[in-house]
Every structure is written in structure tokens, then in C-alpha cells.
């Protein structure tokens, strides 16, 4: 099993481009979570999924949104990049509320 | 909101122990610890329910104290292995963890 994975590993825009990172689980959860994480600022939630189909706002949603049309993906879009943007990008997956799985990361640089 | 970790930096010899705490202003359902290595995505390490339990994987336990909001990280004869940051990670029923700012702990020999 590959667990969670995120593609791509590195990005680097210029402001004002758009991007989508994709993660992708093959343990068969139902939820999934993007995070951004910051110096000195922990994981931030982004956005979730309880289900196919279903989308939430976390803590920090604005200039990202997300689609989880497939149960086993779950897609982060920036349609206009910022600099205040540029952050590692973790994705991950649970069976319910219980233990996540994280990705190994996407490392985004906003120029 | 963001659940509040001390201390935010830990410095140890080996065999040493510490202890990482996490407070929240919310009713919480549950605490969840994750260690983070440098470079790597985090681990989860132990979730605790409501009810005060206290669980514990190889030299490392956790409490938690619903009616203080509150959870403790124990690490016990700290090893080399235990170097990282770790995080706690709330959640009071609404399907989400939120996650503290982090506790980096060095480990030294």
C-alpha cells in the first residue's frame, strides 16, 4: 500500500498563477484533510472531507478551494497565488476522527 | 482556536524526561498527539477520550483532563528517537483536529 500521496513533491509560481495539488489515499478512508504548515504556526486546517462529494472549510480556507469528486482524492486549488501562500502542504486521511495518515508534503514557493 | 502547548521548546539529555502540555478553551471530545521529525510528515503517536484515561506507547503516556480542558505528554528515559517536534491536536465534535503551535524537543546523548 503507498498510504498517502501528494504530488507534486515541489512547486514554484509566480503570483497571480494557479495550481492544483492532488492527494491521493489507497486505504479506503472517508475523511481527508489538507493542511498548510508554517514556521512557528503548527498545521493549519485548510480544508476537509467527512465523504465523497462533501467539502468544509477549516481555519484558514480563503484563496484555496477543493474538490473531493472520487472517495480516494481530494484536490487543493489556489486560482491566484500569493506569496502569503507559500508555505509545505500536507494532506492526510483518516477513518473518521481517529488516526491520520499524513502525505510526505508539498513544499510551495510563491515568488 | 488554537490549543495552547508548553513549553514551546524542550532541551534533554538522555534519560531524561519531560513533559509537554496542551490546553484548550473548548469542551473537548478528544486530544490527539503527532511527532513531527524534520523534513517529515508527522506520526501519529496516541489518541485519548473524554473520560480522563491515560494510555501509554513504549516510554511515552498521555493524559487527559476533560474538565480542564487539558492534556500532558509524558516522555520517560528520553532516547535519541524522541528528538522532533510534537503537536497536540483537539477536537470537540466537529470532525476536525486543530492542531497547537508545537513543542521541539532535542534530545542529546
Known amino acids: 500500500n503507498a498510504g498517502v500521496t501528494q504530488t507534486p513533491k515541489f512547486r514554484v509560481l509566480k503570483t497571480g498563477q494557479s495550481m492544483t495539488l492532488l492527494c491521493a489515499q489507497d486505504?479506503?478512508?472517508?475523511?481527508m484533510y489538507w493542511y498548510r504548515q508554517d514556521p512557528g504556526m503548527g498545521l493549519r486546517l485548510i480544508h476537509y472531507?467527512?465523504?465523497?462529494?462533501?467539502?468544509a472549510k477549516g481555519e484558514v480556507p480563503d484563496g484555496y478551494n477543493v474538490s473531493r469528486l472520487k472517495k480516494q482524492n481530494f484536490l487543493l486549488g489556489l486560482e491566484s497565488a500569493a506569496p502569503s501562500q507559500t508555505s509545505v502542504y500536507f494532506c492526510?486521511?483518516?477513518?473518521?476522527?481517529?488516526?491520520?495518515?499524513f502525505g510526505p508534503g508539498t513544499r510551495l514557493t510563491v515568488l | 482556536q488554537q490549543p495552547v502547548q508548553s513549553p514551546q521548546a524542550v532541551i534533554l539529555r538522555e534519560g531524561e524526561d519531560a513533559v509537554i502540555n496542551c490546553s484548550s478553551s473548548?469542551?473537548?471530545?478528544?486530544v490527539h498527539w503527532y511527532r513531527q521529525k524534520h523534513g517529515e510528515a508527522p506520526v501519529f503517536l496516541m489518541i485519548?477520550?473524554?473520560?480522563?484515561e491515560q494510555k501509554g506507547h513504549d516510554k511515552i503516556s498521555a493524559s487527559f483532563n476533560e474538565k480542564k480542558q487539558q492534556s500532558s505528554l509524558y516522555l520517560t528515559a528520553s532516547q535519541l528517537s524522541y528528538s522532533g517536534t510534537y503537536f497536540c491536536?483537539?477536537?470537540?465534535?466537529?470532525?476536525?483536529?486543530?492542531f497547537g503551535t508545537g513543542t521541539r524537543l532535542q534530545v542529546f546523548p
Open positions: 492526510a486521511s483518516s477513518y473518521s476522527i481517529y488516526e491520520q495518515f
Open positions: 486505504m479506503n478512508h472517508e475523511y
Open positions: 472531507s467527512v465523504g465523497e462529494g462533501t467539502t
Open positions: 473548548k469542551a473537548l471530545y478528544s
Open positions: 485519548l477520550l473524554k473520560g480522563g
Open positions: 491536536g483537539t477536537e470537540a465534535g466537529t470532525d476536525k483536529l486543530i
